[in-house]
């Protein structure tokens, strides 16, 4: 049984740092993607970053230069380095695993930038 264990969300002031990590426990084979998502209150949820098994990364216009996606393969680890947050930054934020037969969630981390 495969589980998504999310760790390093938290309360931080508007230009702070948050680094979140996202560790895969099970067996879980062929990961295409790895990747975060955030859903603030009444919005859709939103594709943040992802970063392929070749190292090829996504950002989303909104956090590009600020979030950096990295992942440690051996350690089925994907985590998101959070720079200059903003308060619309706040949101809850879910990691994302993509195989080639199965998509996994983590339970999600709340994220809340004060201004």
């Known amino acids: 049984q495969v589980q998504l264990v999310e760790s390093g969300g938290g309360l931080v002031q508007a230009g702070g740092s948050l680094r979140l990590s996202c560790a895969a426990s099970?067996?879980?084979?062929?990961?295409?993607?790895m990747g975060w998502y955030r859903q603030a209150p009444g919005k859709q949820r939103e594709l943040v970053a992802a970063?392929?098994?070749?190292?090829?990364?996504n950002y989303a216009d909104s956090v590009k230069g600020r979030f950096t996606i990295s992942r440690d393969n051996a350690k089925n680890t994907v985590y998101l380095q959070m720079n200059s947050l903003k308060p619309e930054d706040t949101a809850v934020y879910y990691c994302?695993?993509?195989?080639?037969?199965?998509?996994?969630w983590g339970q999600g981390t709340q994220v809340t930038v004060s201004s």
């Open positions: 970063i392929t098994s070749g190292g090829s990364t």
């Open positions: 099970g067996s879980i084979f062929s990961i295409n993607a």
């Open positions: 994302h695993i993509a195989t080639t037969l199965y998509d996994y």
